[in-house]
């Protein structure tokens, strides 16, 4: 009797206990839930906020003028010829260098101290605050190398702050891509170069844009390495043309050129005491978000296209 | 017999040549590789130069104990201690926010959610990764510290508590993706073998899933740091640019990286000691950064060597 009395002590306890952990449970679900909708909320709040402050600019006028001492009618077009032309220079150091070195670390590069070095480097360049690469450029393109404050100058340093993600991306795509489709390749004849290029990498490609569109969204919006390097804030006149009609067509006076960059240019309006600025710097901050979210969205959508999509 | 000869002859030709362009293309593609090698040394050999004549009229034991960083008065300091105050406390206080409530999302994804939920967050928050800091720097300034200043009316427009808050907001889907990720690779077995033993999913992620998980959330923290410590325009937006040597985080102050951004919007000559110092404030910034993510990939290394 006075056993089954204990037994039944120790079963309600048990409930007891286990009805604490289910409440336990379902309280963190609940906080879980919070946070994660506060968050969501908070950061959709932040937005709207600058969408909603910068509505009044969002006209034309705004990318066809150039900054003013006027906050009325000054605009973003230096802004944004200044960061499309830096931009086609980093793409066309970065996306090469980045490709190759990638395709070399996967395809070529023998197991040994030389490609584990490179691998460390890239590892740890990847994590190396942005500012830093600013001072590398200040010291190295702009006075070693005596480029001066130009865009090509902004090129090369965003080229180098983006070479990690696209090395990174390039191997994981190619490292996807199973043996066989190498060695079926192999089997007529190919040379290894063949096999990279006609197969290897035209079955990575999709992996390799997406880390090509999120390097190049990370571009946009750096700011601390091109004011590292002395780009000006105020620039009310536009670089050459780099299209003319004379032969050959194209000319490279630009890349010599001063310039701003659109976060630059929000950075500019924002430390500024008159409100009327910060409108300015708002709807700059509306353009360069909606720029790169689009470009991350479609990234991200890509490489989950990809992964649904390959069965091998 | 002669016709094998000579099939065989250009056969070797071609694969001379064959060979030759195969040679010049693994040799491009490996020097490509070696830029990677060539940018780390640029960096060291780039910031030590720069900063030796700095050093030459700074003691290195001035630089690192004194605790006034005035290089614009007429008697110039340069105690890097403030700088480095600066750049703890507003780390600080972003990880104060982010510690939590990224570790809270990464549970909640990772054992909680729905498949979908966690289908649709997972992008967001990778999205989220992506914002320019610039934009957060806006935040910041003219909406986080307004806020804050209906609560605490003293509160300075210039000061560390507004970007330090908002810094922890950017951090947070960082350490919610990383972390999350670390405790995704825990082997489902070993989720069951405690749920069998009645465990609930809170007891599970709490005992089984979390401390299998550890070194990789751990990874996720120090990552989160070294990424705050090198973050640059939230503080140099909203933190203000004096030098203060202060752990108060409702009084203005600069950090590293700040200072460098002031001194390079100003005119900058080159060769002066005001161009040499933000090499030397380079230095340390460099050094604080890559500690930490050799360390932070060192532990997610010992991680992944376990399962």
Redesign the interface.
């Known amino acids: 009797m006075a056993i089954g009395d204990q037994n039944i002590k120790d079963l309600n306890a048990i409930r007891k206990l286990?009805k604490q952990?289910?409440k336990?449970?379902s309280i963190?679900?609940g906080?879980?839930?919070f946070?994660?909708a506060t968050?969501?909320v908070?950061?959709l709040v932040?937005f709207l906020?600058?969408v909603i402050d910068g509505y009044p600019k969002m006209n034309l006028d705004f990318f066809s003028n150039f900054p003013s001492r006027k906050a009325e009618g000054a605009g973003i077009l230096s802004a944004w010829v200044g960061s499309s032309l830096v931009l086609i220079v980093t793409f066309f150091v970065a996306v090469?260098?980045?490709v190759?070195?990638g395709?070399?670390?996967e395809e070529?590069?023998k197991k040994g101290w030389f490609a584990d070095?490179?691998e460390i480097?890239?590892?740890?360049?990847a994590?190396?605050?942005?500012?830093?690469?600013?001072?590398?450029a200040?010291?190295?393109f702009v006075?070693?190398f005596g480029l001066g404050q130009s865009i090509l100058t902004a090129g090369l340093t965003l080229s180098?702050l983006m070479?990690?993600i696209v090395?990174v991306s390039t191997r994981e795509a190619i490292r996807a891509i199973p043996v066989h489709i190498r060695e079926a390749a192999y089997a007529v004849g190919a040379?290894?170069?063949q096999v990279t290029l006609h197969h290897v990498l035209q079955y990575a490609m999709g992996g390799v844009l997406t880390g090509i569109i999120?390097g190049m969204?990370?571009a946009?919006?750096?700011?601390?390495p091109v004011?590292?390097?002395?780009a000006l804030?105020f620039i009310a006149f536009l670089p050459p043309s780099p299209v003319t009609d004379v032969v050959p067509f194209i000319n490279f006076a630009w890349l010599d050129a001063g310039f701003t960059v659109l976060?630059i240019q929000?950075?500019n309006w924002?430390?500024r005491p008159e409100h009327a600025f910060?409108i300015n710097?708002?709807a700059t901050?509306a353009v360069?978000?909606i720029l790169?979210?689009l470009?991350?969205?479609i990234a991200?959508k890509l490489r989950?296209n990809i992964r649904k999509k390959i069965k091998w | 017999m002669s016709k094998t000869k000579s099939t065989v002859s250009k056969a070797l030709a071609k694969n001379i040549r064959?060979n030759f362009?195969?040679r010049l293309?693994?040799w491009?593609?490996?020097l490509?590789?070696?830029?990677?090698?060539l940018?780390?040394f640029?960096?060291v050999f780039?910031?030590v130069?720069?900063s030796i004549p700095f050093f030459e009229v700074v003691s290195i034991k001035e630089f690192l104990t004194s605790t006034i960083w005035t290089p614009n008065f007429e008697i110039k300091n340069y105690g890097i201690l403030p700088l480095v105050a600066g750049t703890v406390t507003i780390t600080g206080i972003a990880l104060l926010v982010a510690i939590p409530?990224g570790t809270?999302?990464a549970?909640?994804?990772s054992e909680?959610?729905s498949h979908k939920l966690r289908e649709t967050?997972k992008?967001?928050l990778?999205?989220?990764v992506?914002?320019?800091?610039?934009?957060f720097?806006?935040?910041a300034?003219?909406?986080v510290t307004p806020l804050l200043q209906k609560i605490y009316p003293d509160l300075p427009t210039f000061n560390m508590l507004g970007p330090g808050i908002v810094m922890g907001?950017m951090i947070?889907p960082y350490i919610a993706s990383v972390a999350e990720d670390a405790m995704r690779a825990v082997p489902m077995a070993m989720r069951e073998g405690s749920y069998a033993m009645?465990?609930?999913?809170?007891?599970t992620?709490k005992t089984v899933v979390m401390p299998a998980a550890l070194s990789g959330i751990i990874a996720a923290y120090i990552?989160a740091i070294?990424r705050g410590?090198?973050?640059?325009?939230i503080v140099?937006?909203a933190a203000g640019q004096q030098p203060n040597f202060t752990f108060n985080p409702v009084e203005s102050a600069a950090t590293i990286?700040a200072y460098?951004?002031s001194v390079?919007?100003g005119d900058?000559e080159?060769g002066g000691i005001g161009y040499q110092s933000?090499?030397a404030a380079?230095i340390v910034?460099?050094i604080m950064?890559?500690s930490l993510?050799?360390l932070?990939?060192w532990t997610r290394k010992k991680f992944t060597e376990r399962y």
């Open positions: 286990i952990h289910k336990n449970d963190f679900a906080v879980g839930l946070v994660i968050l969501a908070a950061l932040l906020d600058l090469p260098m980045g190759a070195a395709i070399y670390l070529y590069a070095l490179i480097n890239v590892a740890n360049l994590g190396v605050p942005s500012i830093i690469y600013g001072l590398l200040l010291g190295l006075y070693e180098l070479l990690p090395i040379t290894k170069w999120i969204a990370r946009i919006g750096e700011t601390a004011i590292t390097i002395g804030t976060p929000m950075f924002i430390s910060h710097a708002a901050g360069i978000i790169t979210l470009m991350n969205g991200i989950y | 064959r362009v195969e293309i693994e491009a593609l490996m490509s590789g070696l830029i990677a090698i940018i780390t640029g960096i780039i910031l130069t720069e409530l809270i999302t549970v909640y994804l909680f959610a967050v992008p967001i990778e999205l989220l992506g914002v320019p800091t610039v934009v720097g806006y935040f300034l003219l909406l907001i947070v009645g465990a609930t999913r809170f007891q992620a990552l070294s410590i090198g973050e640059t325009m140099a937006i990286t460098i951004v390079a919007l900058l080159h933000i090499f380079g910034l460099f950064t890559l993510n050799i932070g990939q």
